[in-house]
């Protein structure tokens, strides 16, 4: 009951705090500097960024373009998709892993609200991934599949997907600050969804079990779906598809925010 | 004038500190074991004050009193375990002055970036850029990286643009030691102008003769209590003496 009291109060005001306009110009700043000082500020260093996506795309392409890629229509297009949104999820959840502890002298000694660190730091992935996520368009254009009206269906679809993505930065920062083995743990568990995610194969080439279990346990499968809709298929996106991510996203990122809400304090002073 | 800022009913704040360096196996037996791993430091208990706008407060005591913490919970950057505290508006407060700049970034940017912090907007904070830069006499250095700067410039370039920022309620932790003699001339001249205003500023110091000629009252803590709470001069001649 006390705990519940703690949260909706602690809820209330950062509510009150995040939507002031002041807010947003700290944000916006955050972001500007942050984004400012990595590498994607200049031409050169974003395309050194994006050599990682070519090599990974190129070596995939090589491996598994006979045995997965027969049948699939621009497989570069579809491996590409599926590359930039797991390294996405996998880089945003790393960085974001460590937001607390690194920020820690910032959240302890000033009024800047401790979301707005989170949102800046994930700003520079969010970036670069808007960046691919365009090349994929043009590749999807110059191969005919792209429908421009399907262009609205990113709004749902990439929010949920960032929705997802700070939940589990969320939650993985939060248990950073009382073990710090999680990082360990992550860099090798989080590596595991290029393979359990369907990058390089389709999700009808799996066994019956199989599909079931990458379709419904691993979080990142409806994204690619919808992705790949959009990418490959013209936006024909089923609806049970989108509202798939919509819940998943949603249902992560509340969850996380309402723990980090109680746990902030603790793990602040044990960081 | 007489309303009040902030209204304190029996805060405590309670911190969870490790007994020893934390490792895994350790976590694991405390979660088992009858062993904790950490154990209760309380920093403030049963605090209860009032703070009206306009007014000007000294927080002082020895070091590990609780006066950072309690200028955190004025803050709003860390909540009370026990009681509450309510302020009635967002202070701009400045524990460390590196806090909020960027060190691989221009200082142009910096002063954007640090002016955001203190409630100014980008077209609030571009008429005042060369302002800035001349008062934390670094006028040549606009466009150089803030690191190829000293610990010294940093905390006056800092100050500078908290002098401009428009804030009705500040809150200062300790942020006016190891300023230079050249720059203390600066310094005064903002808290001159601060003590005639109808702005409300929470301070602590050790410079006990700054905070006597700044602040009309002053708050004694002792062990995370509040052992004297009056006018400046008196509490800090008690606590004087004391020592």
């Known amino acids: 009951m006390a705990t519940k009291k703690v949260v909706s109060a602690r809820f209330a005001s950062r509510c009150k705090r995040l939507t002031r306009p002041l807010n947003r110009t700290i944000l916006l700043e955050l972001v500007r500097a942050n984004i400012k000082a990595s590498d994607y500020h200049s031409f050169l260093g974003g395309l050194w960024s994006l050599i990682g996506t070519t090599v990974m795309l190129v070596s995939f392409y090589y491996v598994f373009s006979k045995h997965f890629g027969r049948g699939i229509a621009g497989y570069p297009l579809y491996l590409l998709s599926g590359i930039i949104l797991v390294n996405f999820f996998i880089t945003a959840t790393s960085y974001l892993l460590k937001v607390l502890s690194f920020n820690r002298d910032i959240a302890l000694n000033s009024t800047i609200p401790r979301e707005n660190l989170v949102l800046a730091t994930i700003s520079i992935n969010a970036w670069k991934f808007a960046i691919e996520l365009a090349i994929c368009t043009m590749i999807s254009v110059i191969y005919g599949f792209y429908a421009w009206r399907s262009a609205l269906l990113f709004i749902p679809i990439l929010l949920s997907f960032l929705a997802l993505v700070l939940g589990v930065g969320l939650a993985l920062s939060l248990s950073f600050c009382f073990a710090r083995d999680v990082e360990h743990v992550w860099a090798i568990f989080s590596r595991l969804f290029l393979f359990v995610t369907p990058v390089f194969y389709t999700v009808e080439s799996m066994s019956p079990t199989m599909r079931l279990l990458i379709s419904y346990l691993n979080p990142l499968t409806p994204y690619l779906k919808a992705l790949r809709a959009i990418f490959m298929k013209g936006g024909m996106l089923e609806v049970s598809v989108l509202l798939h991510c919509v819940f998943m996203g949603t249902a992560t990122l509340g969850a996380s925010y309402l723990i980090f809400l109680r746990w902030e304090g603790e793990a602040l002073d044990r960081t | ?243």
């Not at chain 2, 902030?6 to 037996?29: C, E, F, G, N």
């Not at chain 2, 001249?189 to 050790?206: D, G, K, Q």
């Open chain 2, 1 to 243: 004038m007489n309303e009040p800022l902030i209204q304190a009913s029996h805060v405590a704040k309670r911190y969870r500190v490790l007994k020893r360096q934390r490792s895994t196996l350790r976590a694991l037996k405390a979660l088992w074991g009858p062993e904790k791993l950490t154990m209760e430091v309380w920093a403030l208990r049963d605090l209860s004050f009032t703070i009206k706008r306009g007014e000007k407060v000294a927080v002082i005591g020895r070091n590990g009193s609780g006066k950072t913490t309690l200028l955190r919970l004025i803050s709003g950057i860390i909540d009370p375990s026990r009681g509450s505290i309510e302020v009635a508006a967002e202070p701009l407060a400045l524990f460390k002055f590196w806090i909020g700049q960027n060190a691989d970034l221009p200082v142009i940017d910096n002063i954007y970036l640090f002016g955001a912090v203190c409630g100014m907007k980008r077209r609030q904070t571009e008429p005042l850029v060369a302002k800035i830069l001349d008062s934390a006499d670094i006028k040549k250095l606009g466009f150089a990286p803030l690191h190829d700067l000293s610990l010294g410039q940093r905390q006056r370039l800092a100050l500078s643009i908290v002098f401009q920022a428009p804030a009705d309620f500040l809150v200062f932790d300790e942020t006016f030691v190891h300023v230079d003699q050249a720059f203390i001339r600066e310094c005064n001249a903002f808290f001159v102008r601060l003590a005639e205003s109808t702005r409300t500023m929470v301070i602590t110091s050790h410079d006990h003769d700054f905070l006597k000629k700044y602040c009309q009252r002053a708050l004694w803590l002792d062990k995370g209590q509040i052992r004297l709470d009056g006018p400046a001069a008196e509490v800090i001649a008690a606590y004087e003496a004391e020592k």
